[in-house]
């Protein structure tokens, strides 16, 4: 995760740098930067319109070229940037804008209604009758409110008469909604378009002085000094100082955008003699706008990005006084685009990549939604406000730097080239899965060779595995129950092939079974020799057998078991004349010897939890001195080469008892091993000397 932190780093430096470089290249072509200012007297009269357009004043009474430039320079100062997003806007002005449909009183509600920081403007159609405005105006009406954040809908009463004849709506109309109050989440109240002229102009300056009268208006100046001076609940406003009749509409919607959080108030000067009280408090130029924190007050304009336009303002403003849900996106693009990264480090087959991909955009946005939801709850406690606003006015101090200023122009620069970005950050990723492939390829990594089909076999092998795979596991059980009363042991049963599919379980469990060698009591493997009678203990590259031997041979062999056996019987157990457990060819040691005195085997040899036995169930043969046992968790023992092959096979079970052989069975006493009565020696097969 922190390499993938790191790599989006570096690639928001890169686009830092890539657009440092952009501008480099408009320098060194046209000599001037986005910040410049121009004079409006250089513009024609077209461009002046589009800025005007995009400022949201209406110019419909100035004919001439003067007077639309002089209401340009009202309004504020121009830069190359702003005249360059004007005219981009117009080029792209031309494509549909969406507009809402609604299909009835509860969807009307929805989205108009219960939007408390919204404008709409909803065109009504009434039942069995023409729209208001034609489909070419409206076209144009929607175009161009959209570009300040306006949202529009048609409702026709047809789909819903009664609610019309509920609302009054009796004629074809238009409605604005727009909040009623300055708190958030305030009442909205509904407007009804009155005029006279249906025209584009007439209604659009209708809609701006509705939204305009929301915004506090000073014409005096000691209502201004009386509102600098006020300490209410807003902490950070938004002042414009201008020559101006109403404020624009750019201006006019950011103060609907952000309700409860900025206010926004206008000041007009058209009237004012002295400008001695403007100079008092930081306003050096008219027109200015002022942005006025606890922390002083801030010039807007002066700084990179900084436009007279919805989009360079709003973003200036989301930055000094940020909601939550502004710091919910910026989180969850800045996870997403470090779950993407996921795409180009991961090597091999195609099909490979993109399934992590999926797996970690699942796992990364769960992650953040889980960890937001503490955070929401620590918002809301009381005790917690200072140090909210602590956060604020760190976050303020660092915005109002240049750094913050070339970090809001790039964002809004690369917001409007998607194409670019998206360019930008697919190069990213195909360097960073150059080098990570050359890195693995110098650790000889075989998993880049790996193509989809060998990629999806082995996620096969894996998806099956996990599903039928019982849990290898040696911990003890918390309570003593016996494991047929164990309901979880019906559904790892179903592993077995007996019942279900063969699972696939790992052998390395078999290395930690309890291991240890099988001794008699009281006697070594030097007595053993000598009490003997006979022994069976052969090796496996023998390759004579005793029906091969010849009559002088046989008798030798008998002549010398007689004099290396003094006489007596073992008990019933297995001796060895020989010691073959370092000879990798050593087979078990077999046959049963009787000694004179009742001896046992050596039980303090083997652990506590192991049944005490004589005899492998698995070749069914006695254990010999010196050969090697193997405990499984359920208490039985077999000789480690018969258990260790039965195991290997994929039997992952007890043979006696079923109990898997991977999990530990609950402790309980061992109960003491029963006496072994003596038998004749006859009923043995051996002669007693």
């Not at 639309?68 to 009202?74: A, D, G, H, S, T």
């Not at 606890?294 to 000094?320: C, K, Q, V, W």
Request: with cysteine.
């Amino acid at each position: 995760m922190w390499l993938k932190l790191f790599l989006l780093l570096l690639y928001f430096l890169m686009l830092f740098v890539l657009a440092r470089f952009f501008e480099a290249i408009v320098w060194c072509e046209t000599g001037i930067f986005a910040t410049r200012l121009v004079d409006p007297v250089t513009l024609s009269f077209k461009k002046l319109k589009t800025i005007l357009e995009c400022r949201g004043l209406g110019y419909s009474g100035l004919p001439e070229k003067k007077d639309v430039r002089e209401l340009v320079e009202k309004s504020g100062d121009l830069m190359e940037g702003e005249l360059y997003s004007a005219l981009k806007n117009e080029e792209e002005a031309s494509e549909t804008v969406s507009s809402t449909t609604f299909s009835g009183e509860m969807h009307f509600y929805e989205l108009v209604e219960d939007t408390k920081d919204g404008i709409w403007l909803v065109q009504v159609i009434a039942k069995d009758r023409h729209p208001l405005v034609s489909k070419v105006n409206w076209n144009k009406m929607v175009r161009k409110v959209s570009q300040f954040g306006i949202r529009t809908g048609t409702f026709n009463c047809s789909n819903d008469s009664r609610y019309c004849r509920k609302r009054g709506w009796l004629k074809s109309t238009l409605i604005m909604s727009v909040p009623q109050t300055n708190t958030s989440k305030g009442k909205v109240m509904l407007k009804e378009y009155n005029g006279n002229k249906i025209e584009t102009e007439q209604i659009f300056k209708w809609m701006t002085t509705r939204i305009a009268s929301r915004i506090k208006t000073i014409h005096y100046t000691n209502q201004l000094m009386d509102e600098w001076n006020k300490s209410d609940q807003y902490q950070v406003k938004m002042y414009l100082f201008a020559k101006l009749d109403q404020p624009p509409a750019f201006f006019s919607a950011l103060s609907v955008k952000f309700t409860g959080r900025i206010e926004f108030i206008f000041v007009d000067v058209q009237n004012w003699n002295s400008q001695d009280y403007l100079k008092a408090i930081g306003v050096q130029q008219i027109p200015s706008y002022l942005l006025k924190t606890p922390e002083g007050s801030y010039r807007y304009g002066n700084s990179t990005g900084e436009f007279m336009s919805l989009n360079a303002m709003d973003a200036f403003l989301r930055s000094i006084q940020p909601e939550v849900n502004d710091l919910f996106v910026l989180s969850l693009v800045m996870v997403n685009l470090m779950a993407w990264m996921d795409l180009f480090i991961t090597q091999g087959a195609t099909i490979k990549r993109f399934v992590v991909l999926i797996s970690t955009l699942g796992t990364y946005n769960s992650l953040l939604i889980i960890s937001w939801l503490p955070i929401l709850g620590l918002l809301q406690l009381p005790y917690l406000d200072s140090f909210y606003e602590y956060s604020l006015k760190v976050l303020r101090y660092a915005d109002t730097t240049t750094l913050a200023s070339w970090v809001r122009a790039d964002w809004s620069f690369y917001s409007s080239h998607p194409a670019l970005f998206l360019s930008t950050y697919l190069g990213h990723g195909l360097l960073i899965d150059y080098f990570e492939k050359k890195r693995r390829r110098n650790n000889n990594d075989d998993e880049i060779n790996a193509n989809n089909l060998e990629w999806l076999s082995s996620l096969w092998d894996w998806y099956t595995s996990y599903l039928f795979h019982p849990i290898v596991s040696f911990q003890n059980f918390p309570i003593e129950s016996d494991w047929d009363d164990d309901p979880n042991l019906l559904l790892e049963r179903l592993a077995f092939p007996d019942l279900w599919l063969r699972p696939l379980i790992p052998t390395d469990y078999i290395k930690n079974l309890p291991t240890w060698h099988f001794k008699c009591d009281a006697q070594s493997e030097e007595e053993a020799a000598e009490n003997c009678q006979e022994s069976d203990c052969e090796s496996e590259n023998e390759t004579k057998t005793e029906t091969e031997l010849s009559d002088d041979e046989r008798r030798a062999a008998q002549s010398r078991s007689k004099e290396e056996c003094l006489g007596g019987s073992l008990p019933d157990c297995t001796c060895v004349t020989k010691n073959f457990e370092d000879s990798p060819n050593a087979r078990k040691c077999k046959g049963t010897c009787s000694t004179k005195d009742n001896f046992e085997p050596d039980w303090s040899t083997w652990p506590g939890d192991m049944l005490q036995c004589t005899e492998c169930v698995v070749c069914l043969e006695h254990f010999g001195s010196g050969c090697i046992l193997m405990g499984l968790p359920c208490g039985h023992v077999f000789h480690q080469q018969c258990i260790v092959v039965w195991l290997a096979g994929g039997k992952h079970c007890c043979p006696v008892c079923r109990w898997p052989s991977y999990k530990m069975k609950p402790y309980r006493p061992l109960p003491p091993p029963p006496r072994q009565r003596q038998q004749p020696a006859s009923l043995l097969g051996l002669t007693a000397y």
